[in-house]
């Protein structure tokens, strides 16, 4: 266990609806990341903040995807509209420095 | 585009058999890291290279960082079944050290049979 915690675990959702996961990183960590990981790869980068604002996005994140910080502390992920190409799994990651970045478990999104 | 390769892809070798991992690319890393993933869950950091020509000592494994920082190794010494998973480089490409962003390889996956 790393700290950072994902919510949900899994996510099994028909094409076109939205869907919403969560990430609590490291309390004392200022760095967050999203990744996104296909069977068979290794993870890619999607959007990263410090505190609470989004200062990097990939061009991976359409339209369709939105990354919050609110406070600074837990992100959200949202995707509108899903696809089956959205099928995946959702990695959180946590620094203090950027340096050293602390995975969690991740969700898997099915998206049928 | 930064771009890490690893090879080999896959590798089943016998428990207490020697085996290397590596990690290539054209590009300069600022550093290089490695994780090993166990299915369904989220990668788990083994250890940060920053300095070209560093080597690293951690247990049974042993990473290098290439003297340019465009590649790393990862050799492993008598392996156990529990060494089994995916192990993956990742690098801080240069001018990221504002964010810290990671570029992965696609991974080795690696299966120890008893």
């Known amino acids: 266990d790393t700290g950072v915690s994902q919510d949900p675990r899994h996510k099994i959702t028909k094409r076109g609806q939205n869907v919403t996961f969560r990430c609590d990183p490291i309390s004392e960590h200022n760095r967050l990341y999203w990744y996104r990981q296909t069977l068979g790869q290794g993870p890619e980068f999607l959007t990263y903040?410090?505190?609470?604002?989004?200062?990097?996005k990939s061009r991976l994140l359409s339209d369709r995807f939105s990354a919050e910080r609110p406070k600074g502390s837990f992100s959200t992920l949202e995707i509108q509209r899903t696809e089956q190409g959205d099928s995946a799994m959702y990695l959180c990651a946590s620094s203090p420095t950027g340096d050293t970045q602390y995975f969690g478990p991740g969700t898997r999104l099915t998206v049928l | 585009t930064q771009l890490l390769e690893q090879s080999p892809q896959f590798l089943s070798i016998q428990e207490g058999e020697n085996l290397t991992v590596y990690c290539n690319s054209s590009s300069v890393f600022s550093s290089l890291q490695w994780y090993r993933q166990e299915p369904g869950e989220g990668p788990v950091l083994l250890v940060t290279?920053?300095?070209?020509?560093e080597v690293k000592k951690l247990k049974r494994l042993t990473f290098q960082f290439g003297d340019a920082r465009k590649d790393s190794s990862l050799h492993i010494t008598a392996a156990q079944p529990g060494d089994t998973g995916l192990y993956l480089c990742?690098?801080?490409?240069?001018?990221?050290?504002?964010?810290?962003?990671?570029?992965f390889g696609q991974g080795t996956t690696l299966q120890v049979k008893p």
């Open positions: 990742a690098g801080g490409p240069r001018g990221s050290s504002n964010t810290g962003k990671l570029i």
């Open positions: 290279v920053v300095t070209g020509g």
């Open positions: 903040f410090q505190n609470e604002a989004q200062l990097e």
